[in-house]
């Protein structure tokens, strides 16, 4: 669905306003979530709803941490276009701190045409019943939601994270919103991973209050670097090995789990860095 006349409002506005009207529509207390999100949207939409039904969705955002709004994270440019170049060689065994309550990351400057990934502007999301609904606004005015069954396997991953099969959702549904949904969850999963990871090259600044005048807690996001493409330099030659030649192999920057503390016993995500590694091979 199209939302051509609200084409750059981001989530965030949305979901403010509808969190200002829902003390104020007499919702009752009783009703079921959905009953809930389904009078919010009318109440502060009226009969818009029907022309875009996502805006229940929007308004189950607002509402889903109760009195909590949702965290937002404004990413500049640069922070974004990261989250695409890192790759992610583990899967996580929970969900990440900040998809654990309702949350909402934007791209800073979506009027001078920055997405976070592909169109998409704007993406929030929120579980109901152990079901994950992902809310996204993109640039040409569309707004896409998608249910997400996040499993949270662990274990490693040789290929990373491509979006065009990602492990993150598995391959069934319909091919249009499955395409948006792998993308929008990888883009969630590796976001809120860099967000937490050590040796990040991402900062986290909480945003000032005169700058915040919808209520939310904001944090903005800033690279620190160059965006993670290209290959650096590799290490040095390694001793040589009789019948093979040296190879220099490009990595790029990923996350990984790594095990610390006493017996291995904790868990904690790691950014490293591009590289370039050498390999032995034989030669052609």
């Known amino acids: 669905m199209t939302m051509a006349e609200q084409s750059l409002v981001p989530l965030s506005a949305l979901v403010a ?3 200002a009207g829902y003390a104020r529509f007499g919702i009752h207390a009783g009703a079921s979530f959905q009953a809930a999100a389904g009078q919010l949207a009318v109440g502060t ?10 805006l229940v969705n929007i308004s189950g955002l607002a509402i889903a941490g109760g009195k909590s709004p949702p965290t937002l994270h404004r ?26 309550c309702p949350w909402l990351v934007e791209a800073s400057r979506p ?22 609904y992902l809310v ?21 991953i040789a290929e990373g994270t491509l979006q ?26 590796v976001y809120s991973l860099l967000a937490e990871a050590e040796g990040s090259p991402l900062r986290l600044q909480a945003a000032r209050a005169r700058d915040n005048p919808q209520g939310l807690a904001i944090t903005d996001v800033y690279l620190d670097g160059a965006v993670g493409t290209g290959q650096s330099d590799a290490a040095p030659v390694p001793n040589a090995i009789p019948g093979l030649v040296p190879e220099v192999r490009a990595v790029k920057g990923h996350l990984r789990r790594q095990r610390h503390g006493p017996e291995l ?5 790691i950014y490293v860095a591009q590289h370039g590694a050498w390999r032995w091979v034989r030669p052609l």
């Open 17 to 19: 306003k509808a969190r």
């Open 45 to 54: 939409w009226g009969a818009l709803v029907r022309e875009v039904p996502e």
């Open 75 to 100: 990413l500049r440019t640069a922070a974004a276009r990261h989250v695409a170049e890192t790759d992610l060689h583990s899967l996580p065994s929970e969900p990440p701190q900040l998809l654990r």
């Open 111 to 132: 009027d001078a045409g920055d997405a976070l990934f592909g169109d998409t502007f704007s993406l929030g999301g929120y579980t109901v019943d152990r079901v994950t």
């Open 136 to 156: 996204g606004l993109t640039l040409d005015g569309g707004a896409v939601v998608a249910p997400w069954h996040p499993t949270w396997t662990g274990g490693d």
């Open 164 to 189: 065009a099969m990602s492990p993150l959702i598995p391959p069934d549904g319909h091919a249009a919103h499955q395409v948006w949904a792998r993308a929008a969850a990888r883009f969630a999963v």
């Open 265 to 269: 016993s904790l868990v904690k995500w």
